[in-house]
T-cell receptor
Framework: DAKTTQPNSMESNEEEPVHLPCNHSTISGTDYIHWYRQLPSQGPEYVIHGLTSNVNNRMASLAIAEDRKSSTLILHRATLRDAAVYYCILPIQGAQKLVFGQGTRLTINP | KAGVTQTPRYLIKTRGQQVTLSCSPISGHRSVSWYQQTPGQGLQFLFEYFSETQRNKGNFPGRFSGRQFSNSRSEMNVSTLELGDSALYLC?????????????FGPGTRLTVL
């Protein structure tokens, strides 16, 4: 199973952009990159996913390196509500199974 | 559209007892997965059901079991509870359970074993 590596924690200020990195050097050509986040006292929620091209949605943007060995989740203007643990995941091929690492705990300062 | 619901939200049991947790997926979703979250081990996959069949299983002892009904609702059961089973149990549903499908998580059931 392809593994991901993320920083344990990051800190940013409200209304500033946040760039959350993820390394996945053993990614295969067909692995999608998914991001989920878990707000305090809630279940994880889907943020965004992509394969090769950069992706945007109303919550965030996902920038994928050309060699696909790393990606960056971008929150364009962080709010206090974005304080959460962010998980970068490569879903296992052929299985509906998410392998969660430790994720990045994002703190947003007012 | 209603989200994933889990009942009960909180549960307190004693060692040796058994417990059944329930999960109602989003309408139209046929795949249901279960996860255990503890401070020490983080989020770990338990099992996944699709069309009433268990398709994938995580590395948990046989005391952990589950089932899925024809309406896609799912239950998980833990027998002979141990203190280490205290955790947040999360259920997630997706359309058909492809690896690229988005999983939608419920709020979880917080189980405390005394």
């Amino acid at each position: 199973d392809a593994k991901t590596t993320q920083p344990n924690s990051m800190e940013s200020n409200e209304e500033e952009p946040v760039h959350l990195p993820c390394n996945h050097s053993t990614i295969s050509g067909t692995d999608y990159i998914h991001w989920y986040r878990q707000l305090p006292s809630q279940g994880p929620e889907y943020v965004i996913h992509g394969l090769t091209s950069n992706v945007n949605n109303r919550m965030a943007s996902l920038a994928i390196a050309e060699d696909r060995k790393s990606s960056t989740l971008i929150l364009h203007r962080a709010t206090l509500r974005d304080a959460a643990v962010y998980y970068c995941i490569l879903p296992i091929q052929g299985a509906q199974k998410l392998v969660f690492g430790q994720g990045t705990r994002l703190t947003i300062n007012p | 559209k209603a989200g994933v619901t889990q009942t009960p939200r909180y549960l307190i049991k004693t060692r040796g007892q058994q417990v059944t947790l329930s999960c109602s997926p989003i309408s139209g979703h046929r795949s249901v997965s279960w996860y255990q979250q503890t401070p020490g081990q983080g989020l770990q996959f338990l099992f996944e059901y699709f069309s009433e069949t268990q398709r994938n299983k995580g590395n948990f002892p046989g005391r952990f079991s589950g089932r899925q009904f024809s309406n896609s609702r799912s239950e998980m059961n833990v027998s002979t509870l141990e203190l280490g089973d205290s955790a947040l149990y999360l259920c997630a549903s997706s359309l058909v359970g492809r690896s690229t499908d988005t999983q939608y998580f419920g709020p979880g059931t917080r189980l405390t074993v005394l």
